[in-house]
C-alpha cells in the first residue's frame, strides 16, 4: 500500500512540475510545404516560434534545429546578434523582422534561398537555469517545373491506346496516375515509370488501355501527387481517334452550315458563296448570249 501512495505522490510531483514550468513553447509555425517553383520563388522560409517564461527565470537560450542538429541559436543576454550554425551560418535573415520586438524578431528563423536539402524535422528549443521545452514539427521542400506534359498514340495492330505523362524536375518523387474521366481505369498493363535523378527527379510514367475501354472526345488526366502533404497537379488532353470519324453527306452538310454561321469567319464563307453565284449567273449570261 505504501508502495502505491509512494508511487501517486511521484506521479504528481512530476505532472505538477511539467504544469508549473517556468518556460512553455506555446506553439510553432512550420508550413507543412514550401514550393520553390510558385508564389514562394525567390521567397525565405520562415519559421516561428512562440514561447513564454516566468519574469524570474533567466538564463534563456533558443535554437533551432533540423533533424536534430542546431542551425541557429539565441541568447537573450548576449550582446552578440544571434547566429546560425554550420552550413546555416550565412543563410539566416536577421534584417527581415527588425521592426518587431526583440523577443519575437529573433525567435522567427527566417532562412534565405531555401532549397530541397533543408526538407527535415524543425524543432524549437527554448532552456533556462530552470526548465526546458522543445516542439517539433516536419516540412518538405516541394519543388515541381510546370512543364507536366502528357501525350498519346494509337497502336491500331495491337488495337490499344498508349498515354505517356512526363514530369521535369520534380521533388519529392510523386505518385502519378491517369483518370478517364473523373475515375481510375483498368490499364492493359500496368504503370511503367523511369525516374532520372540528377538534384531532382525526371519522371516518365506509360501505360495502356484497350480502344474499346476509351470513346471519342473523353478527358484524360495524368494527376501528380505528394500524398504526405497533401500537394497535387495535373495536365489533361481530350482522347481523339481519326479512324472513329466517319464522312457522310450529313456530316458534311452540316459542317457546312456550322462554318457558314460561325462568328468568326462566317461571314467571309458567305461572301465568297455570294461572289461565287455572281460569278456562276455572269457566265450563264454570256454564253446564253453567245447563242
Not at 15 to 42: G, M, T, W
Not at 160 to 178: A, H
Request: net charge negative; charged share 25%.
Amino acid at each position: 500500500m505504501k508502495s502505491i501512495v509512494l508511487h501517486i505522490i511521484v506521479l504528481l510531483t512530476l505532472y505538477l512540475a511539467r504544469e508549473c514550468q517556468a518556460v512553455k513553447i506555446n506553439k510553432i509555425s512550420v508550413p507543412s510545404y514550401f514550393d520553390l517553383h510558385s508564389e514562394n520563388k525567390n521567397q525565405p522560409l520562415i519559421l516561428e516560434c512562440d514561447y513564454d517564461t516566468d519574469d524570474d527565470d533567466t538564463g534563456v537560450v533558443l535554437k533551432w534545429l533540423l533533424n536534430s542538429v542546431s542551425i541557429y541559436q539565441w541568447i537573450p543576454l548576449n550582446t552578440v546578434n544571434p547566429t546560425g550554425l554550420k552550413s546555416f551560418k550565412n543563410r539566416i535573415d536577421l534584417e527581415y523582422n527588425k521592426d518587431l520586438p526583440e523577443k519575437q524578431r529573433y525567435s522567427t528563423l527566417v532562412i534565405k534561398n531555401p532549397t530541397i536539402a533543408d526538407t527535415g524535422n524543425y524543432s524549437c528549443d527554448v532552456q533556462t537555469f530552470k526548465s526546458h521545452d522543445r516542439k517539433t514539427a516536419p516540412i518538405t521542400i516541394v519543388y515541381v517545373d510546370d512543364s507536366i506534359k502528357l501525350n498519346y498514340f494509337i497502336d491500331e495492330i495491337e488495337n490499344q491506346v498508349n498515354f505517356e505523362c512526363s514530369i521535369n524536375q520534380i521533388y519529392p518523387l510523386p505518385e502519378v496516375t491517369f483518370l478517364i474521366g473523373n475515375e481510375a481505369r483498368n490499364f492493359s498493363s500496368p504503370l511503367e515509370t523511369h525516374v532520372f535523378t540528377n538534384i531532382y527527379h525526371n519522371i516518365s510514367v506509360s501505360a495502356q488501355i484497350n480502344k474499346e475501354e476509351i470513346e471519342d472526345d473523353e478527358e484524360v488526366t495524368c494527376l501528380v501527387r505528394i500524398p504526405t502533404i497533401d500537394y497535387e497537379k495535373k495536365a489533361s488532353v481530350h482522347y481523339d481517334d481519326p479512324n472513329h470519324h466517319v464522312v457522310t453527306n450529313e456530316t458534311v452538310i452540316g459542317k457546312f452550315w456550322q462554318d457558314i454561321n460561325d462568328e468568326n469567319y462566317g461571314h467571309m464563307i458567305r461572301a465568297n458563296l455570294l461572289l461565287s453565284i455572281i460569278m456562276y449567273l455572269i457566265l450563264l449570261m454570256i454564253k446564253s448570249m453567245a447563242f
